[in-house]
């Protein structure tokens, strides 16, 4: 059943049982793809549905008006999700700003890790997890280790260098984090690979342009809000340029 904002949250678990945030639009919710649903289904979620309202229209209002309908449309979507996997609970909240209230109900929920608004085409295979440094490493790999045990999809491990100093020890930090996957998650080693390209324009660009190749990207917040780093220099400028889905993973 649907849970309006006030009630309170589950505590947290570690990284090795995720918690994933899933956001979808109340007022125009549309429905899960059956790729989205086969990747997350055996995780923990939080379906989120947010109902946008406009400045000028209290909220309370809005909820008076469109709550049975937007509770219905978050239940079906959490639904989908419970029906295949290990459950998913759904909250409804009528908002004035979609970020702040995603950024809310993560830390509320204490969820691991968000997913973001992009294409999802029929598949999920083929993950991109651009790495620029030791910023929750380790909660980002043991998210991925994690993704790719409950799943046959794949992941590159990807650094986009600005200089030959930083190549080398780009390289370094790809090949440790794949040893790392493969070592202390168990993922097999046909399941992930490792790739450098060279910065030569943004590396927000360089991200972009690989991440077309791919189906979905796995990218860390490091910063203590959420919000924040949805805004932040690279991670809004790859969700702006990017037509994939991200899951961001939070640094706890």
């Avoid at 055996?42 to 809005?62: M, S």
Wanted: proline letters at 5%.
């Amino acid at each position: 059943m649907a849970k309006y904002h006030a009630l309170n949250p589950p505590m947290s678990e570690t990284v090795s049982d995720p918690m994933i945030l899933v956001p979808v639009d109340a007022s125009d919710p549309g429905g899960p793809s059956e790729a989205l649903v086969e990747l997350l289904s055996p995780h923990r979620l939080v379906v989120l549905g947010y109902y946008p309202v406009p400045d000028q229209t209290a909220t309370d209002q809005a909820r008076s008006q469109f709550g049975d309908e937007a509770t219905e449309a978050t239940e079906v979507i959490a639904d989908r999700f419970a029906g295949q996997g290990s459950g998913a609970d759904s909250v409804v909240v009528f908002t004035h700003d979609r970020s702040s209230t995603i950024d809310s109900i993560a830390a509320e929920y204490d969820v691991d890790a968000v997913l973001t608004a992009g294409h999802i085409g029929d598949t999920l295979d083929r993950i991109l997890v651009p790495l620029r440094g030791d910023d929750n490493l380790d909660r980002i790999l043991g998210f991925v280790g994690v993704l790719l045990r409950e799943s046959d999809a794949t992941a590159t491990i990807f650094h986009v260098s600005e200089s030959d100093e930083a190549a080398s020890r780009g390289e370094l930090l790809v090949r440790g984090a794949c040893d790392r996957l493969e070592e202390r998650e168990g993922v097999g080693p046909d399941r992930v690979d490792w790739r450098q390209e060279a910065g030569s324009g943004s590396v927000t660009s360089t991200i972009s342009e690989v991440a077309a190749e791919y189906d979905l990207l796995v990218v860390g917040e490091t910063k203590p809000s959420l919000t924040e780093r949805i805004v932040g220099e690279v991670t809004s400028r790859v969700i702006e340029q990017s037509s994939d889905p991200l899951l961001v993973v939070r640094d706890k």
